[in-house]
């Protein structure tokens, strides 16, 4: 039992090693040979564009609806939130502010962050994100081929988005850059972290706060009610501009939660672990860096090395 667990322990520490030397490399890479490495992270986004693109030259689903219907029959208002308002809302201030974090922890916490490849990261998880709410939205718009509130007149001025109302894309598209945006806040300032918060950028400090929770409330409201709150208000305007029901903004909400998700989860680790607020690879050469044998980590592996250990501990008792 007790050699099983140090080679099972050795192993761990030859990862960390690996892992150390490899974040070490990471450093010395520019932003270009970054994404070269995550090619194939890159192609999947450009298939699922094309997807997209090729999706919108289908034939819209040919669905009942009663001409004297008055749900169909609201006048045309024009949009509150502009397609442009939307990507900017969606993508360009996301993206914006991912730059500032970046540069505030490369002013922190000085040439020990990585901002390239955490950059490169947030920037491939928020392109991620609209691939596949973009994709998820196209589709269901064309096969359910729902009449807007306003589709009776649209249609009447030959608007070809006449009867793609469910679900609202200018929601779902908010919902999704507005969900990795909450995410990515939330895990680099600390919102959930046992560390407290902003508890990254006070680790050049000497001296740890006595109460490392305080401030974490408004601190919240800002990462994560704040872009809910923005997203929220596009999907109302929705709304009010009769272009949508209730539910073809509620299922885009849904869409953008669920693909702000994904994408920011596929780069990013779970807000609430060790080290979120790194990106998933330089997380876990930290964690293992914290704990070389990986003992206290929750694995098939590690709960053997436990078992062993406490085999071990039983025998020399014994």
């Not at 996301?94 to 730059?99: C, D, F, G, K």
């Not at 850059?177 to 990254?200: E, Q, R």
Request: proline fraction near 4%; charge should be neutral.
């Amino acid at each position: 039992a007790s050699e099983r667990a140090s080679e099972r322990a050795s192993e761990q520490v030859d990862a960390g090693a690996m892992d150390e030397e490899a974040k070490s490399a990471l450093s010395r890479r520019g932003m270009l040979s970054i994404a070269a490495s995550y090619i194939l992270d890159w192609i999947t986004v450009v298939v699922l564009v094309a997807v997209y693109v090729a999706v919108d030259f289908t034939t819209v689903e040919a669905r009942f609806f009663n001409i004297t219907d008055p749900e169909l029959a609201f006048p045309l208002r024009g949009n509150t939130v502009s397609t442009l308002m939307m990507i900017i809302i969606g993508f360009g201030v996301p993206l914006a502010i991912s730059v500032i974090v970046e540069i505030i922890f490369a002013w922190r916490l000085g040439k020990s962050w990585n901002w390239q490849f955490d950059l490169h990261h947030a920037t491939l998880g928020l392109i991620q994100t609209h691939a596949v709410g973009l994709l998820f939205t196209n589709c269901i718009k064309r096969f359910v081929g729902r009449v807007r509130p306003s589709g009776l007149v649209r249609k009447a001025e030959g608007d070809k988005d006449w009867n793609l109302s469910y679900v609202s894309g200018h929601t779902s598209f908010c919902f999704a850059g507005m969900t990795f945006l909450a995410l990515y806040l939330s895990a680099k300032f600390g919102i959930f972290s046992d560390d407290g918060v902003f508890a990254a950028l006070r680790r050049t400090k000497t001296s740890p706060r006595t109460d490392p929770y305080r401030g974490t409330f408004p601190a919240a409201v800002i990462c994560l009610c704040l872009p809910i709150a923005l997203s929220t208000y596009v999907g109302a305007t929705r709304l009010t501009d009769y272009a949508h029901f209730f539910a073809d903004v509620n299922g885009g909400a849904g869409v953008g939660v669920f693909a702000g998700i994904i994408g920011y989860h596929v780069v990013f680790p779970a807000v609430s672990v060790d080290h979120a607020h790194l990106c998933r690879p330089l997380a876990r050469a930290a964690r293992i860096k914290d704990d070389p044998t990986g003992i206290h980590e929750d694995t098939p592996n590690t709960s053997a090395i436990r078992q062993d250990m406490h085999e071990e501990a039983v025998i020399d008792a014994v």
